[in-house]
């Protein structure tokens, strides 16, 4: 049974910092990205990750503030948030594809074939 589980979500002050956790089970992920949905908006695109690691591909929002990173040995895909903003205020969700890492096309949602459940993440100001 494929399974995404996200953890490390909670409340933190502006300017402060997370570290979010993916933990796949199941099968071998090649592509694993993150997303993010606020209230009342769609689902957007915030980092992708290849295999190996030494793609990325970061959405402009949160370049230079997060970094993605994979352990493949544990399965596992972590997400640094640091200098974090009230916009970052979202349900941020871990996703999965055994596709291989495209530059023209792992950004979108529609590639990923696994999700989480989710983690909440609250940026008070």
């Known amino acids: 049974q494929v399974q995404l589980v996200e953890s490390g979500g909670g409340l933190v002050q502006a300017g402060g910092s997370l570290r979010l956790s993916c933990a796949a089970s199941?099968?071998?992920?090649?592509?694993m990205g993150w997303f993010r949905q606020a209230p009342g908006k769609e689902r957007e695109f915030v980092v992708v990750?290849?295999?190996?690691?030494?793609?990325?591909y970061y959405a402009d929002s949160v370049k230079g503030r997060f970094t993605i990173s994979r352990d493949n040995a544990k399965n596992t895909v972590y997400l640094r948030m640091n200098s974090l903003k009230p916009e970052d205020t979202a349900v941020y969700y871990c996703?999965?594809?055994?596709?291989?890492?495209?530059?023209?096309?792992?950004?979108?949602?529609?590639?990923?074939?696994?999700w989480g459940q989710g983690t909440q993440v609250t940026v008070s100001s």
């Open positions: 996703a999965a594809t055994a596709k291989y890492y495209s530059g023209s096309y792992s950004w979108k949602g529609t590639e990923y074939d696994y």
């Open positions: 199941g099968r071998t992920f090649y592509t």
């Open positions: 990750i290849s295999r190996s690691g030494d793609r990325t």
